[in-house]
Antibody
Framework: QLVESGGGLVKPGGSLRLSCAAS????????INWVRQAPGRGLEWVSS????????FYADSVKGRFTISRDNLKNSLYLQMNSLRAEDTAVYFC???????WGQGTMVTVSS | QSVLTQPPSVSAAPGQKVSISCSGS????????VSWYQQLPGTAPKLLIY???KRPSGIPDRFSGSKSGTSATLGITGLQTGDEADYYC??????????FGGGTKLTVL
């Protein structure tokens, strides 16, 4: 399973670090993704990182502001979010490739 | 505005069949596998179909997927009230990496 944490309320321009703890599968052999869902909106892929961390991709909407990373020894995935904007307000899910296991999500609210 | 186009809503009666379309282009659906996800209210998405038409273990055969050219379709037969949910298609896009459709709300009347 996957369990996200680290969400909360942050002011515009602020930073937040999300975590995703994995268990029950060989974490170090799978690409993991971050997907977000703004209130009342659809799913938006945010970022992905390959099993060894060699390949990293970002959606244009977060490129240059968000950084994905992983620690395979701790079976954990991270998303460092900087320069946050109101439009980043969403539930953030981590999901194992091929999107067959999802966490329950953690809410990020960017508001003054 | 997603690069994958889905109808905002569909509806059908219990026991009936419904189809949900997902339209894309040669940069996404036309050259890549399509997946489908079910999101029940207040929950995380769940994988229903992968690689166009394969079902993960535990997904009933009432759910099916198909792809033709730059479009894909999710079919659901024997509709149940528990099928009321939002449904999303997803695929790799050569320009934008991974993309999801805008989602379709299924109402079982």
């Amino acid at each position: 399973q996957l369990v996200e944490s680290g969400g909360g309320l942050v002011k515009p321009g602020g930073s937040l670090r999300l975590s995703c703890a994995a268990s029950g599968f060989a974490f170090n052999t799978f690409t993991i993704n971050w997907v977000r869902q703004a209130p009342g909106r659809g799913l938006e892929w945010v970022s992905s990182i390959s099993a060894t961390g060699s390949y990293i991709f970002y959606a244009d909407s977060v490129k240059g502001r968000f950084t994905i990373s992983r620690d395979n020894l701790k079976n954990s995935l991270y998303l460092q979010m900087n320069s946050l904007r109101a439009e980043d307000t969403a539930v953030y899910f981590c999901a194992k490739d091929p999107f067959d296991i999802w966490g329950q999500g953690t809410m990020v609210t960017v508001s003054s | 505005q997603s690069v994958l186009t889905q109808p905002p809503s569909v509806s059908a009666a219990p026991g009936q069949k419904v189809s949900i379309s997902c339209s894309g282009s040669s940069s996404n659906i036309g050259n890549n596998y399509v997946s489908w996800y079910q999101q029940l209210p207040g929950t995380a998405p769940k994988l229903l179909i992968y690689e166009n038409n394969k079902r993960p273990s535990g997904i009933p055969d009432r759910f099916s997927g198909s792809k033709s050219g730059t479009s894909a379709t999710l079919g659901i037969t024997g509709l149940q009230t528990g099928d009321e949910a939002d449904y999303y298609c997803g695929t790799w896009d050569n320009r934008f990496d991974w993309v999801f459709g805008g989602g379709t709300k299924l109402t079982v009347l």
